[in-house]
């Protein structure tokens, strides 16, 4: 059963990790992938190499979602070339691990444009047209790190966190537009990043989790596609934790 055949879905930074597992999973279930990167245009190619065998609508764009101009650009180029867009992923973001004692303004700074400034690039880009709908679908990808904190990531955390209170206040805003707006915060999810990990860290992990294992990206993929879906109608302003029980 496809469950989003023929819904067109942005996501911003799908070339790699957990927005790659995102895009491929929302294709299998019928949606049509638009997706952004900035540098990783041979990752951008295989990946729409890879969804194109689905038998969907896909296209890749070059645009950083952390500046404003570009998000509206890239927003008004996909109206342009497909009509409408039905749901957005706000999937875009980086680490710059560091004590607050050697954290550099840059370092915070950046962190806070590419994850939480862009997610208000995009949503405001994109909101005209879900309003014109009367329909549209927002997801952010947080983390549980923006609930509960974590040392050496105050600028991650204080991002991802962000994420969480602008989504809430998104979904309240629109809610009476049959607009809504929900959160998903990862665990420890493994990716090719967490595969650099040494092991010891990632064992030390894993046994803070009560199913004692992390994380797949298909794991996120899955809450990205319930929450794209007919099947999540009444669901807005929540944050679905995908963590293995982690914050239990």
Not at 9 to 20: F, V, Y
Not at 103 to 108: H, I, L, N, V
């Amino acid at each position: 059963m496809k469950l989003l055949k023929g819904k067109n879905i942005l996501i911003t930074g799908a070339s790699r990790g957990i927005g790659n597992g995102i895009a491929l999973t929302l294709a299998s279930h019928g949606a049509n992938i638009f997706f952004t990167y900035v540098n990783s245009k041979d990752s951008a190619n295989a990946l729409e190499e890879k969804i194109q065998k689905y038998g969907v609508k896909v296209r890749s764009y070059k645009s950083d979602a952390s500046s404003f101009n570009e998000s509206h650009k890239l927003v008004e180029n996909i109206i342009n070339d497909f009509d409408r867009i039905d749901v957005l992923i706000n999937n875009a973001g980086i680490t710059k691990d560091n004590l607050l004692l050697r954290m550099s303004e840059d370092d915070f700074d950046k962190v806070i444009s590419v994850n939480l400034k862009s997610v208000f690039n995009m949503t405001k880009a994109i909101q005209r047209f879900f309003l014109k709908q009367r329909s549209g679908v927002f997801i952010h990808i947080s983390s549980v790190v923006g609930i509960k904190g974590n040392a050496g990531q105050s600028n991650y955390a204080a991002s991802k966190s962000g994420i969480i209170g602008f989504s809430k206040s998104l979904a309240q805003e629109l809610g009476s537009r049959n607009i809504r707006s929900n959160v998903i915060a990862p665990g420890f999810i493994e990716t090719e990043m967490t595969n650099k990990l040494d092991e010891k860290i990632i064992d030390g992990w894993i046994k803070s989790i009560p199913l004692r294992r992390g994380g797949k990206t298909e794991d996120v993929a899955n809450s990205c596609v319930f929450l794209s879906s007919e099947l999540s109608t009444y669901i807005t302003g929540q944050v679905l934790q995908v963590d293995g029980g982690m914050l239990t």
